[in-house]
């Protein structure tokens, strides 16, 4: 009988999910689902090294408006613009060699975090929302388990360039 995973929901490919930590210790590559570039302030692009966890929170702007002497209930609602879009980026940045810190990926984090510019991204999710740069907003290095382990946690909003002066004529 042929061993069958223990959630087929979670199947990707031909990989059960639980499988992929013995494919990476064995040096096989293991596809992203969604990756996330970084654009450095050279202009060249970095890979997160790890797949991290995108979230996201928008909001629309909404302007009530109260009718005077009115016999109805509550107010009028406007939608009058869209917010911004908040994106928080939880990840992991790992040394193979287990005594060594992931001093790289933390300083290439740096660069990305101390940017004085909307940060170009490249994530599919993002792009789907017409997200194209962001700026961090803050970040956290919380205690990591392990001398080759780092966690890393980004918020970040939404930018768009504008245009503030008008030409006259």
Do not use: C, H
């Amino acid at each position: 009988m042929a061993k069958q995973p223990l959630n087929p929901l979670f199947r990707r490919g031909d990989v059960i999910l639980r499988e992929v930590a013995d494919l990476v210790e064995s040096g096989q590559t293991v596809a992203m689902v969604m990756p996330f570039t970084f654009y450095l302030p050279d202009d060249s692009k970095w890979l997160l090294p790890y797949e991290p966890l995108i979230s996201l929170q928008g909001e629309n702007i909404i302007v009530k408006r109260n009718v005077a002497k009115s016999e109805g209930r509550g107010s009028i609602k406007e939608r009058w613009a869209e917010g911004d879009i908040k994106i928080t980026i939880d990840g992991t940045f790992v040394n193979a060699d287990l005594t060594k810190y992931p001093a790289t990926e933390v300083q290439k984090l740096r660069q990305v975090i101390t940017q004085r510019r909307a940060i170009k991204i490249e994530n599919e999710l993002l792009q789907l929302l017409n997200v194209n740069y962001l700026v961090i907003e803050d970040y956290s290095l919380p205690f990591s388990k392990g001398e080759n382990v780092q966690n890393y946690s980004l918020t970040a909003l939404s930018d768009d360039s504008y245009n503030l002066f008008i030409e006259v004529k």
